[in-house]
């Protein structure tokens, strides 16, 4: 409790009101009474940032951006197959570090299969020779509609819990808000964000972005009418999704857009039919404010004077003669003419911030993939027509069928996608190879025409899922090996002349304030003559001259080393741990064991699950054999060297999340046409499907998102 201080005087002078029963002078209350003093502060309110929302677990804006940078550095990219002009080029992770070499400017679109967070760090960190320098910072629009703005369940560590039980939730929002966190670091400083949410999640997501863009970057909540109407026996229909859109900064870009008005609007101010051709018009007043003395305009004109009204005419003499003999101008009995504004001129409204105008696909369109919460492409070229320009990148990474970067290649933007799923990744292939086939967009002319131009180059890569038998390959690029063996190891690139502090070379990196050396494979002569044994380590403290001490790591090629970790004394008698780092065999398989990998959707229903996992993981082998049958396909040998939660292999079907099939297979591209999930398939394997030519491929996808090779079946 306080303790308060008073002099004699005014004790008595308290005694002497409680004596008279009156309250005791106010500086004497307010001294009694500290609490009391406390005014309701509006500048210091004015000053606040925002209302934020508190929740367990709330990490700040730097423990979120260190720990991508220091701790959980994204995962290193691998090219999986490029196109270009819809067809496959056959280029390989070498091949594009090399164009990118010779031509800084080089751009190719990218599908990109990971888990979007581990992308996003990825980009974020910036070391990544795909990406760098082109996406951090470069972003004109981002566009996302999270799975979880849906009523898909929501899939974390360890549990699975539904839609309704997540809402709210700090798990729920603390996911969005890391990826929100570090889009932002992505945008350019005029870029801007839509993200799309349900009636559900809206609020929450507001109060959110208000605290990571600043509330005086809010630019519009946009309701978007999806649906007519929606039965819902205990409540209002609820027939809306709602667009946070906010912009990085003061400056965005921005294209006005126009609508048709409808037909209530015309009904309403365009009242007025012309005798004759039938075409409705709105009276417009052809005279302006203010006395006009010696011009033209002030004078009467069909001995009408404008001048009695304080007003003169908007035009001249010679116009308005002009106009009214093209029938122009309304003569109405009595009162003034007036010019007829006709409602077929009319060149729409300005958008507005309630869209009732983009309709949902309809289940007969070409546009429809049969993909849960599948957006119309009027409501992106839309967004993307209005908040960015030609050549402008636009990167959605909750893709799902790929609507945004096709929009985006339509209207000449580039683009990046990303997505967990492989069923995604297939949908979004195919999407973007046959887009040529299309309809166009209503900007670039009438919807009934095909959009009828081939694809612009793009690649599908990986995030965080790699091939042993790939790692090596890289080494023939040694900037390339460096950046992915450090990834893989979660260590960010030496930025600090690391070979010069410690006077030895190799050392590109620094673990917990400890060199972190890569040993040089790049280099034939190490490769195939020297090993690292004591005397290569007792060789390092000599070139060192004795400055190092503590650890040391090295990371390795498993096969390049006779020793494990080995501690040696320098020339002070100080032991020097050298800890060896070994790839791909022990260490990276205890990781990608420990990793927790959510697994592929096994249905349609929850083809749309939020993905939330962290780090990388190694492809398992995938192997499928089918074979025709009466109704079908049917399964004669699936195997997948995955292991359960318990740690055992899958037995027979059991780890099979879907197939994918190319109806008409032309012995080159997949072009993914049915999917067939896993508890469509019988116990026995068997598979309805029709539509079969003589040429078929099939990809299976286990419940890890490893996929096989496609199996060719010709008659």
């Known amino acids: 409790m306080t303790k308060i201080t008073l002099s004699d005087d005014e004790k008595a002078k308290i005694i002497d009101a409680i004596n008279r029963e009156t309250e005791p002078p106010p500086e004497l209350m307010t001294k009694l009474f500290p609490h009391l003093a406390e005014k309701f502060d509006v500048a210091a309110l004015d000053r606040a940032k925002i209302v934020t929302l508190e929740y367990s677990g709330k990490r700040s804006e730097a423990a979120i951006l260190n720990q991508t940078l220091l701790v959980d550095a994204g995962s290193p990219l691998q090219v999986e197959r490029c196109f270009k002009d819809g067809n496959p080029t056959g280029q390989t992770q070498l091949d594009l570090f090399e164009q990118m070499q010779k031509n800084q400017s080089a751009w190719h ?5 990971g888990d979007n967070l581990q992308f996003l760090k990825t980009c974020y960190q910036n070391n990544d020779l795909l990406i760098k320098d082109k996406v951090k910072g470069k972003v004109k629009l981002v ?5 979880f703005a849906t009523k898909s369940e929501f899939k974390g560590a360890g549990e699975i819990k539904s839609y309704s039980d997540k809402v709210g939730s700090s798990e729920f929002i603390e996911s969005l808000r890391e990826r929100l966190f570090l889009i932002k670091e992505l945008l350019a400083p005029d870029g801007c964000i839509y993200v799309h949410l349900d009636q559900k999640m809206s609020h929450y997501i507001k109060i959110i972005m208000d605290e990571i863009f600043g509330k005086e970057n809010f630019i519009n909540e946009v309701i978007w009418k999806r649906t007519y109407a929606h039965n819902d026996a205990n409540q209002y229909g609820a027939i809306h999704d709602t667009l946070l859109y906010y912009s990085k900064s003061n400056k965005r870009t921005w294209n006005i857009i126009k609508t048709p008005p409808d037909k209530e609007y015309i009904e309403m101010f365009y009242d007025q039919i012309e005798e004759g051709t039938g075409r409705r018009y709105a009276r417009v007043d052809l005279t302006a404010a203010g006395v006009t003395k010696n011009g033209e305009s002030g004078q009467p004109w069909k001995e009408i004077n404008p001048s009695v009204k304080g007003r003169h005419w908007a035009y001249l003499p010679t116009e308005l003669n002009e106009l009214d003999k093209k029938g122009k101008i309304h003569w109405p009995k009595k009162g003034v003419p007036r010019l007829k504004n006709y409602a077929d001129e009319h060149e729409g409204v300005t958008l507005q ?8 696909i309809h289940n007969q369109s070409s546009e429809l993939i049969g993909y849960p919460t599948q957006k119309p492409e009027a409501l992106l070229e839309r967004i993307i027509a209005a908040s960015s320009e030609k050549e402008d990148l636009i990167i959605d990474v909750f893709a799902g069928t790929g609507t945004t970067g096709a929009v985006a290649e339509k209207l000449g933007r580039r683009w990046i996608m990303c997505d967990f799923g492989k069923h995604a990744i297939y949908t979004m292939q195919k999407r973007i190879l046959r ?21 612009n180059p793009f690649c599908v890569v990986s995030c965080g899922a790699y091939d042993f038998s790939r790692i090596m390959k890289l080494r023939e690029n040694k900037d390339a090996y460096i950046d992915f063996v450090l990834g893989l190891f979660q260590l960010p690139r030496d930025e600090k002349g690391l070979n010069a502090k410690y006077k030895l070379e190799n050392i ?14 790049w280099d034939d002569a190490y490769l195939k003559s020297v090993r690292i044994d004591e005397d290569y380590l007792k060789e390092i403290l000599r070139q060192s001259g004795g400055r190092l001490k503590g650890d040391y790591y090295i990371i390795t090629p498993e096969t390049c080393t006779v020793v494990g970790n080995t501690e040696i004394k320098n020339e002070k008698g100080e032991p020097v741990r050298f800890k060896l780092l070994k790839f791909p065999y022990k260490i990276l398989e205890d990781v990608s064991r420990n990793f927790q990998i959510h697994e592929q959707p096994s249905s349609q229903e929850n083809v749309n699950n939020l993905i939330s996992s962290t780090g990388f993981y190694f492809n398992n082998e995938v192997d499928i054999k089918v074979k025709r049958n009466r109704s079908g396909l049917e399964i004669i040998h699936f195997k997948t060297t995955l292991l359960d939660r318990a740690g055992n292999r899958y037995m027979g079907n059991d780890g099979l999340a879907m197939l994918l099939i190319d109806a008409d297979y032309d012995g080159e591209v997949f072009d993914m046409e049915k999917t067939v999930f896993a508890k469509e398939i019988d116990d026995k394997g068997q598979i309805k499907i029709t539509g079969l030519s003589s040429s078929v491929a ?4 286990d419940r890890h998102g490893n996929e096989s090779k496609p199996f060719v079946l010709k008659d």
């Open 353 to 360: 911030d309630i869209w009732t105008d983009v309709r949902k």
């Open 698 to 701: 099939v990809i299976a996808i």
């Open 143 to 147: 566009y996302i509609d999270p799975p």
């Open 435 to 455: 887009i040529k086939e299309s309809n166009a967009l209503e900007i670039e002319g009438s919807k009934q025409k095909k959009y009828n131009k081939n694809p």
């Open 508 to 521: 590109y990196g620094e673990k917990n304030g400890d060199p972190v050396e890569v040993y040089p494979v």
């Open 109 to 113: 679109n990218l599908i990109v299969q």
